[in-house]
């Protein structure tokens, strides 16, 4: 047996790119600016390995001999410590044992094609540090080189003796003594043993085993609290809340179900035959109908916690996990298209005032898109679109919203397994990965939440989704299975616990194959190893089943049968090491009772006279502010284009780099019926009012997809609740207020919730240098997610001025509505009216703009949001290289205004529900008489200046080059 | 017309193989998809085709390089009945990862005499992988693919996609026969001036190679993404066009057997 250590480095005359990146990124670290990195990657390979195979791999598989070189020698060989510059300072970066290696997985598999034995491959970065001592390397290694949830850092040469993980398994059944503890204990048990549990919760448990007159065993208590974890129940929002503001009182049974998901019912009663919802709050994603053949199904998942901890890994596993949502959804969609959106602090934060246990927000933000990026690109999926907020609130707890579109067969979109099939497993292995992460992502973060959660924290591997993904879809056309799920938190006991819970189940845990040796039964029950998908196969079908995945290279195992007992039974070779009814499991969890405040902030208004002397410089100010700046360098990360069904990009214009309002997607090759989607969120206004936060993302949502061609009788929006501590009143309290909203404008305006998900205890708390403790909570964030249809795409528009000489028209009313908008956030002024949203007005613009687009009427359609008509009427220039002229005396608005106040209004207000818009003269009339109903006016025209130019009546307030506009909106992410 | 039929071949991994199927379709071959697994099985399936086509993705996920597992797979197990396929007449097409595949198999170039390939693809210049529209010119009297084809507008998403040769007389040795078959160039037409012209820093400006005759062809951009005038970027403001640009690749392909 020998232990082989492969090198690779450029070779000579190719740049060392990793290396440059990482010089660059030790001197924005402090470090002194004489360092320079040098990077090295490379693999173990442990076998009975001869030299002369050895180098063989090195050759002609793992490196490139056109622009690489190698050093290849065992472990502890001098070669292998020989720095390639004077006195430099080596680090190697290693994965923690168990920590997901696919790169090592396909090296394996390519060695065994080269004909070599070999028992294990490990892959590692090594790193020459120079001009600095060892304690910058130190620091370095552990600020920007390595990540120790997931990594070891190994200074100087490595001194490994073997690669094998994991020790024999010697089974012993556990008890936890539960019956006779008291509240104190049984809280302790409960945040000592990861429930995350609550004392009432705790009790009524012990009260059941009480009854049963025996203490459960590990493995039933760890069930019970995955099922009833707020990230599996839901249970908060779901449960009972009294709720009081200064105008009402309300007494709810069910939060979530009186309020969104009532909206839903409202609305496809009122629709009676002509409801095009089909399946809603039920499955893994909400399905509405899309054409004669399919339907769609669209879900928006948040990954926060994990993400927090290791940015690439979270983000990777959460758009990995609602890829599975999808594919789990009736029978299983086919996943066309993501959409992915984030929250961070500010990027350009010094080092310096990072409390401890928190990642620099540009490693979070570099983390997160590389991890998105990376998991999409690799499944095929388009990401289509997304936004990314920043707000300093987000420092220790980022966000990371990951959704996924499906496009499924409408004789699949339900399922149903049987008493008798087999419950089988496919895709992944299971290992110790994310263990707790169920329970672990209803819990608040703290400083030590690394040390206390690292097994929560998991690394994707992409393609083993895909292959799983490719015979799913297989199997689905051959009618191989009556039921799918994927596994996702609480793994295999959420997803055989919710498959089975109207039967029965008894499950074989032993069955399941593993990573490697020494997992105890409750660590395979709970383990959230990724890309695994949960069936209900026939045993008629299970050979055709098993075969067809073996066929692709996809492991299947039955794990289980579903039995009509009513009951989890939970099984380890002969031993039965659990026993629950799924009544208690699902429905005996006690109800949270919680109380919620809410007090209506009084709208104190702003004094604007004399704050209209800066208007040129505030709108570059706007544009260069990190929400509304160009997400470009992000957005060319992502393959927006595969599957051939991209009609409008996330870039448009005339140099493709204007920011489109929503995307559009063609799912069925060959037919010309699409998709828009969109989003909308506000976090600002929330700090004003969490109803009118609500209602504008609504409206958001709605008019970014309305902007491009979508029908607004046929948008589904999805609501993402992310919010702090709700166990304070007052947190619970603004989230109540928005989820009423939420019911009254989706009720008002016929547009059903058909999905959501909520992520709570978003805080962050950390001790300060006076030892206090110090709580950063994130402001309440709802995203709320639109998916549209478009009958033929042909008739859809994009946001960039077309042509000098057309006409502009304001579709919408401007009101003094500055509370939150960013001319406050660029010149730091506190108030205002947020901006509030008026159904009435929503039913007649949005549908008379739709209208005007499929008449081909529009060339170009900007939604007014984020810096209000000035940054829309400045993008729309920009985009499409062309000047764009403004009279404020033009723009409709509630009331009168004048002097000061007007033009900031005019220009700077976020009121909801008004587009920019851009008709030939030829269509001007009929572009006034379809819009009739709604408020509108012609304020500007297209020129062919290279101008925006504001005016208000006769005098000039604006005059600047589109050139310098787009630089200010392109350059601050330009990275 | 004869109607060619045509081999998708898809690994894990693979993610172009349904567009890529219906570009043939669409310029009238008969496509199949096959799983690698079915050829390593039986690797005589492939005699059944006239057009073998290597599809775009992250087979084997890129893992240790772009198309490297692959590549390594058709050179440990494929090695003969590929090499008859590619004298016998018929041809063969690598978009992207299959052109990394091409590339890395020696089925496109073949190796020399140490043993070792005259040229790969790697890491883009800026290190990220990169979705963007790029304008190609024609600069090859001998691809098959090409034929009639002068420029084209095309999207590339790759993060390894940066064509280098062994040196300099292997360049103007693959120049001197008309492989360097596409080139990135600006939107007049002339040469590319660097980022983000040439989107990944590829040496000549080489988007596209072939073997020296003219059957065997690999792009790093995509022509199954713009096959109809909806896909194209800017179809909002400049029209629709009748057909896309990427249509007449595999129209080529087809025609051959005519």
């Known amino acids: ?975 | 017309m004869t109607t060619p039929k045509v081999l998708v071949l898809r690994a894990p991994g693979t993610n172009c193989d349904h567009e890529t199927k219906y570009a043939f379709e669409l310029a009238g071959g008969q496509a199949e998809r096959i799983h690698i697994n079915r050829v390593l099985e039986n690797p005589s399936v492939v005699q059944q085709y006239q057009i073998m086509c290597i599809p775009g993705g992250f087979s084997y996920g890129d893992d240790v390089a772009a198309g490297r597992i692959f590549a390594n797979q058709m050179r440990s197990h494929l090695a003969d009945v590929l090499h008859e396929f590619k004298s016998s007449d018929k041809l063969i097409l690598g978009i992207c990862n299959g052109f990394q595949v091409l590339i890395k198999s020696g089925l496109l170039l073949e190796d020399d005499s140490n043993g070792d390939p005259p040229a790969t693809l790697c890491w883009n210049n800026h290190g990220l992988y990169e979705d963007r529209w790029v304008h190609l010119q024609n600069a090859s009297d001998k691809c098959v693919f090409l034929r009639g084809v002068d420029r084209m507008y095309l999207p590339i998403a790759h993060a390894e996609g940066r064509f280098v040769m062994r040196d300099d007389t292997v360049a103007d040795q693959l120049q001197a026969s008309q492989q360097l078959a596409l080139k990135y160039v600006n939107a007049a037409g002339e040469p590319a001036s660097g980022f983000p012209e040439n989107p990944n820093g590829a040496q000549r400006n080489v988007a596209g190679v072939c073997d020296d005759s003219g059957r065997v062809f690999g792009l790093m951009p995509h022509p199954e993404r713009f096959l109809e005038g909806t896909q194209h970027p800017r179809w909002t403001r400049e029209g629709l066009q009748a057909e896309g640009d990427g249509l007449a690749v595999f129209r080529n392909a087809v025609e051959y057997f005519a």
Not at chain 1, 113 to 130: E, H, M
Not at chain 1, 659 to 686: E, F, H, Q
Not at chain 1, 813 to 819: I, M, N, P, S
Not at chain 1, 898 to 925: H, M, Q, W, Y
Request: proline content about 4%; glycine content about 10%; overall charge negative.
């Open chain 1, 1 to 975: 047996m020998s232990l082989w250590e492969i090198d690779i480095y450029p070779a000579d005359g190719q740049v060392d790119r990793a290396g440059e990146e990482l010089t660059t990124d030790a001197i924005d670290l402090g470090l002194d600016d004489s360092i320079q990195v040098a990077a090295v990657h490379g693999y173990l390979l442990e076998g009975d390995i001869e030299a002369a195979d050895a180098n063989r791999l090195a050759d002609k598989l793992l490196a490139d001999s056109v622009v690489e070189r190698t050093v290849v020698a065992q472990i502890g060989d001098p070669s292998l410590q020989q720095s390639p510059t004077e006195g430099a300072l080596l680090v190697y970066v290693i994965n923690k044992p168990g920590v997901m290696d696919p790169v090592a997985m396909s090296a394996q598999k390519g060695i065994q094609d080269l004909g070599v034995a070999v028992d294990q491959v490990r892959t590692f970065r090594k790193y020459w540090v120079s001009g600095v001592d060892q304690d910058s390397v130190n620091r370095l290694a552990e600020k920007v080189l390595a990540n120790d949830a997931i990594e070891q850092v190994v200074h100087g040469p490595l001194q490994l003796s073997a690669l094998a993980l994991g020790n024999a398994y010697e089974f012993e059944l556990k008890t936890v003594e539960i019956r006779s503890l008291s509240d104190d204990e049984l809280e302790v048990l409960s945040k000592q043993g990861q429930l995350y549990l609550t004392l009432v919760e705790m009790q009524t448990i012990q009260k059941r085993f009480q009854q049963l007159e025996r203490e459960p065993t590990d493995i039933e208590l760890e069930s019970i609290a995955q099922t009833w974890s707020e990230h599996c129940s839901h249970k908060t929002l779901a449960g009972r809340i009294a709720y009081k503001d200064g105008e009402t009182e309300r007494h709810f049974e069910n939060m979530l179900k009186e309020t969104v998901f009532a909206a839903t019912v409202k609305i496809r009663e009122e629709l009676g035959e002509d409801d095009w919802c089909v399946s809603v709050f039920k499955d893994n994603a909400g399905i509405v109908t899309f054409d004669d053949d399919f339907n769609v199904a669209f879900k928006v998942e948040t990954h926060n916690h994990p993400s927090a901890l290791e940015p690439y890994g979270g983000a990777n596993t959460g758009i990995g996990g609602v890829i599975r949502d999808t594919l789990g959804t009736g029978m299983g969609a086919k996943p066309i298209c993501n959409t992915d959106i984030f929250c961070f602090a500010n990027p350009e934060v010094d080092h310096d005032e990072l409390p401890p246990g928190v990642l620099h927000p540009r490693r979070v933000m570099k983390g997160v898109v590389s991890g998105v990026r990376d998991y999409g690109n690799r499944m095929g999926i388009p990401t289509v679109n997304g936004a990314i907020y920043f707000d300093d609130r987000y420092l220790g707890n980022p966000l990371v919203y990951a959704g996924n579109v499906g496009l499924i067969p409408k004789e699949k979109s339900f399922k149903e397994a049987h008493a008798g099939e087999w419950a089988v497993v496919i895709g992944g292995h299971t290992g110790r990965d994310g263990i707790h992460g169920a329970t672990f992502s209803s819990a608040e973060l703290t400083s030590d939440s690394e040390m206390l959660s690292g097994g929560a924290v998991q690394i994707g591997n992409a393609i083993t989704e895909k292959m799983v993904m490719d015979v799913l879809l297989e199997a689905r056309d051959r009618n191989l299975y009556t039921c799918v799920t994927d596994c996702g938190a609480g793994g295999l006991s959420s997803a055989i616990g919710e498959m089975g819970e109207e039967i029965g189940v008894e499950v074989y845990l032993d069955k399941a194959p593993l990573k490697y040796d020494g997992l105890s039964y409750t660590e395979i029950w709970i383990s959230e190893a990724q890309e695994r998908m949960v069936f209900s196969v026939p045993d008629e079908n299970w050979q055709e089943f098993k075969t067809l995945c073996e066929s692709e290279g996809v492991d299947a195992t039955i794990v289980g049968k579903f039995v009509d007992h009513g009951r989890l039974v939970l099984k380890y070779h002969d031993h039965v090491v659990g026993d629950l009814t799924m009544e208690f499991l699902h429905d005996g969890r006690p109800p949270i009772i919680r109380d919620a405040h809410y007090e209506i902030p009084e709208v104190l208004q702003i004094d604007l006279e004399g704050k209209a002397s800066s208007l040129e410089s505030d709108l570059e100010s706007i544009l260069s502010s990190l929400n509304v700046a160009s997400k470009e360098w992000v957005v060319r990360q992502y393959d927006h284009e595969v599957q051939a069904g991209s009609v409008v990009k996330p870039m448009v214009g005339v140099e493709n780099d204007g920011p489109g309002d929503a995307a559009v997607v063609k799912p069925v090759l060959g037919s010309s019926k699409g998709i828009t989607v969109s989003c909308g969120m506000n976090p600002r206004y929330g700090d004003f009012d969490t109803y009118h936060m609500a209602a504008s993302a609504i409206d958001e949502a709605i008019r970014n997809s309305v902007a491009v061609g979508a029908d607004p009788s046929k948008i589904a929006v999805l609501d993402n609740f992310c919010w702090g501590y709700t166990d304070r009143p007052e947190t619970l309290g603004s989230l109540v207020r928005a989820a009423l909203a939420c019911y009254d404008v989706a009720v008002d305006l016929k547009t059903p919730f058909i999905s959501g998900k909520d992520s709570l205890n978003n805080e962050f708390s950390y001790q300060n240098e006076a030892g206090e403790k110090v709580t950063i909570s994130i402001p309440p964030t709802l995203l709320i997610s639109a998916i549209g249809q478009v009958e033929d795409v042909s008739t859809c528009t994009t946001m960039d001025a077309k042509e000098a000489g057309n006409v502009l028209y304001q579709v919408g009313v401007t009101r003094r509505e500055l509370g939150g908008s960013h001319w406050t956030l660029i010149r730091d002024l506190e108030g205002g009216a947020v901006p509030r949203v008026c159904t009435d007005n929503c039913n007649a613009v949005f549908p008379a703009v739709h209208q005007a687009i499929k008449s081909g009427w529009v060339r170009a359609c900007h939604d007014l949001s984020e810096g209000g008509l000035a940054v829309a009427a400045a993008e729309m220039a920009f985009a499409g290289g062309l000047g764009v002229t403004i009279d404020l005396s033009e723009v409709p608005t509630d009331q009168s205004y004048s002097g000061d106040t007007e033009n900031i209004v005019k220009l700077f207000a976020e009121s909801n529900t008004r587009f920019l818009v851009e008709v030939t003269p030829e269509n001007c009339e009929a572009f006034e008489q379809v819009t009739a109903g709604a408020t509108v006016a012609r304020i500007g025209t297209v020129n062919a200046n290279d101008q925006l130019i504001i005016n208000n009546g006769g005098t000039n307030l604006l005059t600047t080059a589109i050139g310098q506009l787009k630089e200010a909106w392109q350059s601050p992410l330009r990275w």
